[in-house]
């Protein structure tokens, strides 16, 4: 058993002892074993920050899908054609407080349901005035539409059938009328109809078409159907499905039950449309997918010429100690310790390049992310995959350098001037 212990410590030994002497050779030649670290350090460094501009892609491109809503089912009065002219989408006014209460109580794939009015209008603040976009809702469009409130609180079931004068403002809208001022509790005049603030909406900012989500003010669709628009006649019906999977089938049901309400034949149009703008993010989604996968295959090429560079390099190490490995050989040592030197300076090489790479990809990655103001997500598994690539470079690249090291004629070596 000590003889054997002892064994195992003297190959130990001489493995650091050729490791060792392996970083001398390469410190010798500084300059060159610099710049073929540089291909390495330049090509992990790539890998990671392309992998961290992607993750941060598609997790904007989520907060967008996330924004649209709560498993949204988006149901809007549609058009008919009118002597062969079509009338479009809100061509006729089709969708009733009725349809969106038999969805409700005929869908169970259907979770939350909010009526939808809405449109464009004048609203006054003292002196201040902005036109914006209204909605009239109900307190469950908040939930469908995952936004919460910044100050205050929502409106009511209660305050929805009084057709009570309230409303909730995005922060657009309360930076044009109230500055740094506080608007809760203020009054504010909607087409000339006094309204009470009762709450500010977190901000969202932009949808994925560019336009400001926060540029609005919400009521209680009782306010605006019977003080405003002056009709019974519904927009929209926003529903939230009970899951992500449900969204298509919950929207095919409802469809199914609004047909039956609109008595339509079996060979007529839809007198109403079901949207899906989750698709269109998706699609988004899936795009940014396939473009960072593209980018890692791009950046990983630099990995594979820095790769070659070792090669080269290892090859004229070879060429230029040709004596010195003969003289290795002449004096006893094995093949073995001659291929396990070369290909240690190899990995060293990739190694090092590799951890320079490492630092270099997460600088550059969160200097990149603040430049563009994203939340950047470095992966821990990008890191630690180039690190591991990087020392598969070194030693698929130092293997045959290092192979025709060992099986060098130690006559012939001996003999090369």
């Given at each position: 058993?000590?003889?054997r ?13 050729l ?11 500084k ?25 941060a ?38 969708l ?25 209008i ?49 922060r ?38 560019g ?56 060979d ?23 473009m ?24 004229v ?59 950047m ?41």
């Amino acid at each position: 058993m000590r003889a054997r212990s002892g064994l195992a410590l003297e190959t130990a030994l001489n493995h650091l002892a050729l490791l060792g002497s392996a970083l001398r050779a390469l410190l010798r030649n500084k300059m060159r074993s610099l710049l073929t670290i540089l291909g390495i350090t330049i090509g992990i460094a790539a890998v990671i920050c392309v992998v961290a501009i992607g993750k941060a892609g598609q997790a904007r491109v989520q907060e967008q899908m996330n924004n649209l809503g709560d498993n949204l089912v988006w149901i809007e009065a549609g058009g008919r054609a009118v002597n062969g002219v079509r009338t479009g989408s809100h061509g006729v006014p089709t969708l009733t407080l009725g349809d969106a209460q038999a969805i409700a109580r005929q869908v169970p794939l259907i979770r939350r349901v909010s009526p939808n009015v809405d449109g464009s209008i004048q609203v006054v603040y003292g002196n201040q005035n902005w036109f914006t976009h209204y909605r009239g809702v109900a307190p469950s469009f908040f939930d469908i539409k995952r936004w919460p409130t910044e100050h205050g609180a929502v409106f009511t079931n209660d305050d929805v059938d009084r057709a009570a004068d309230v409303c909730v403002i995005g922060r657009t809208v309360r930076t044009q009328l109230f500055g740094t001022e506080n608007p809760l509790e203020q009054v504010v005049r909607i087409n000339g109809l006094p309204c009470r603030v009762v709450a500010t909406l977190q901000p969202k900012g932009l949808s994925a078409s560019g336009q400001d989500q926060d540029d609005l003010i919400v009521l209680p669709y009782t306010t605006v159907m019977k003080k405003i628009q002056g009709n019974a006649w519904l927009d929209d019906i926003l529903c939230s499905a009970v899951s992500p999977n449900a969204v298509r089938l919950a929207g095919d049901q409802a469809a199914a039950v609004l047909r039956d309400r609109h008595h339509l034949r079996g060979d007529e149009e839809d007198d109403f449309n079901i949207r899906h703008p989750e698709d269109v993010i998706q699609a988004q989604l899936e795009a940014s997918h396939t473009m960072t996968l593209l980018l890692v295959a791009i950046a990983s090429i630099s990995l594979l010429v820095g790769g070659i560079g070792i090669m080269n390099v290892m090859l004229v190490s070879v060429t230029e100690r040709t004596r010195e490995i003969g003289v290795r050989v002449a004096v006893g040592a094995t093949e073995d310790a001659i291929q396990l030197q070369f290909l240690g300076e190899s990995v060293m090489l990739s190694l090092v390049g590799g951890a320079a790479g490492v630092l270099l990809g997460v600088i550059g990655s969160v200097a990149v992310g603040r430049t563009l103001g994203w939340p950047m997500q470095l992966s821990g598994e990008a890191i630690v995959l180039a690190a591991l690539f990087s020392a598969a470079v070194g030693v698929f690249f130092g293997y045959y350098p290092a192979r025709k090291a060992s099986l060098l004629d130690p006559i012939e070596a001996l003999r090369y001037e």
